[in-house]
Nanobody, 128 residues
Framework: QVLLVESGGGSVQAGGSLELSCTTS???????FAWFRQAPGTEREGVAA?????????????TYADSVKARFTISREKGENTVYLQMNSLKPEDTAMYYC?????????????????WGNGILVTISS
């Protein structure tokens, strides 16, 4: 069982920044991670994912939802048990509960059905 704990949420004005952190109980580098969000009355949306690309590349790669590209950055350090989501140029439509998720296997990075473990979520509120 992998435990995930999110932190760093809060309220900021539009145009501001926040950094979310997801601390895991497992330091294995084999897990893939992602951030999802869900606003009231909407479906859960994949925001950003980071995964280990083996083979010749041997590096972390990331992917983003179109709605957050160039504004959000997901990151992690190899061997560390924290995943970050840096959120810049925040908009009111970014307001949601944000969830950290971890997957044992690869798959579609922003597909929530791929993920085995979930944090409890943290609220991000952006005011206009």
């Amino acid at each position: 069982q992998v435990l995930l704990v999110e932190s760093g949420g809060g309220s900021v004005q539009a145009g501001g920044s926040l950094e979310l952190s997801c601390t895991t109980s497992d330091k294995t580098d084999s897990l893939n991670f992602a951030w999802f969000r869900q606003a009231p009355g909407t479906e859960r949306e994949g925001v950003a994912a980071i995964y280990w690309r083996g083979g010749l590349r041997r590096r972390y790669e990331s992917t983003y939802a179109d709605s957050v590209k160039a504004r959000f950055t997901i990151s992690r350090e190899k061997g560390e048990n924290t995943v970050y989501l840096q959120m810049n140029s925040l908009k009111p439509e970014d307001t949601a509960m944000y969830y950290c998720a971890a997957a044992l296997r690869g798959g579609a990075p922003l597909d929530d059905s791929q993920y085995d473990y979930w944090g409890n979520g943290i609220l991000v509120t952006i005011s206009s």
